[in-house]
Structure formats: structure tokens, C-alpha cells
């Protein structure tokens, strides 16, 4: 059959992709059970030492076993969402991450009230080898390997910036509009660092 060396070279190449896919999806999924279960640590850790405010966790179910991970913390809501197809790195990211296909995590607020939308604090990348990227609210960070020492450093220093770095505020009022379903007001939300 005439091009059958080209259809053999496209199946060995997307046969690659989706092996190198399947990788990726394995070490993030690596990931955020060891992140998931850092931050559970370290919540129930707050609440034992006597912090009224329940972090009321919430895990929901995504597509290929993965889970979401929200919980509150002091007026708003976190949220810790596993996109789940692998790519390749925004070249124009200001991390600069090796141009490698990997795995890719987004961490928003929410406003308590409405859990449709949020903004962004900052992302991690995950790679098949282990390394990995955090960039955002709680700065760069780049580590060879994944193991529950770094993501515990990473959760401390996520809570700690939230506690101690973080405002919301109200953003410009031309952006703020009556939404009539639930009779409440819908406005984006802005955040800052504080200056120390």
C-alpha cells in the first residue's frame, strides 16, 4: 500500500505520546495525593492547636482518578485544581520551566459564596522524572524530586502566606454587577501581598 511507511510512523509517534501522556499523569497523580495529603496534615495540625474556623476539606472526584482539593481559610475558599492533560509549558512563563511535556497544577481563592468562579495564586508544573515548579503566591521554587518533606515545606509556605501576606479586595465598581438568581452581588475579587 503506497504511504504505509508514513502511517507506520504516525502510529510509533502518537503510540509515544500517549506512553509519555500515561507518564506524565502517573507522577501527577503521585503528586497531588502527597500534596493532598501534606495540606490535610497541616490543617488538622492548625485546628488541634485550638483554631475555631473548620477548613471544611472538600475533595471532589475528576476525570481519570484524580480529585480537586478546597478548603476554606479565614474569609474565602482555596482551591486546588490538577489540569488534566498533559502539555508543554507556556514559553513565555516567567519560571522559564525545561520545554518538556508535564503535568500541570492551578491553585485558586474563591469567595466562599460562589465557588464558580476564582483567581489564580499560582501553579506548580509536575514532570515524569520527579522534578518540579512552583511559581506564585508563595514565589519560585524548584525541586529535583518529589517527596513529603518538599511538599510539606511547599504547603507551610503556601499557609503561611495566606495568613500573614495576603488581602482581597474589592475590585473597581464598573465590574460589579446585581445578579438577580441568587439576589447577591457579582464582582470579581482582586488580591495583593502585603508590604512588609
Not at 504516525?10 to 499523569?25: A, D
Not at 502539555?87 to 491553585?107: F, H, S
Request: aromatic share 14%; glycine share 6%; net charge negative.
Amino acid at each position: 500500500m503506497l504511504g504505509e511507511d508514513r502511517i507506520d510512523s504516525i502510529v510509533s509517534h502518537l503510540q509515544e505520546c500517549e506512553q509519555q501522556t500515561q507518564e506524565v499523569l502517573d507522577k501527577l497523580r503521585e503528586f497531588t495525593d502527597l500534596l493532598y495529603t501534606a495540606l490535610g496534615k497541616a490543617l488538622d495540625a492548625i485546628a488541634q492547636k485550638g483554631f475555631s474556623q473548620s477548613p471544611n476539606v472538600k475533595k471532589s472526584d475528576l476525570a481519570n482518578g484524580f480529585k480537586s482539593f478546597t478548603f476554606d481559610w479565614r474569609d474565602f475558599r482555596v482551591a486546588i485544581i490538577p489540569y488534566l492533560y498533559p502539555a508543554y509549558p507556556d514559553g513565555d512563563a516567567k519560571l522559564n520551566p525545561p520545554q518538556e511535556l508535564l503535568g500541570r497544577i492551578v491553585y485558586f481563592f474563591q469567595r466562599k459564596s460562589d465557588d464558580t468562579t476564582g483567581s489564580a495564586l499560582g501553579e506548580l508544573y509536575v514532570y515524569p522524572t520527579g522534578m518540579w515548579f512552583a511559581y506564585g503566591l508563595v514565589g519560585t521554587m524548584f525541586e529535583r524530586e518529589i517527596s513529603e518533606e518538599k511538599l510539606w515545606n511547599f504547603v507551610l509556605s503556601l499557609l503561611a502566606q495566606l495568613t500573614f501576606n495576603f488581602t482581597s479586595y474589592h475590585r473597581n465598581i464598573k465590574d460589579t454587577m446585581f445578579d438577580p438568581t441568587p439576589q447577591g452581588i457579582s464582582s470579581p475579587i482582586g488580591f495583593s501581598l502585603n508590604k512588609p
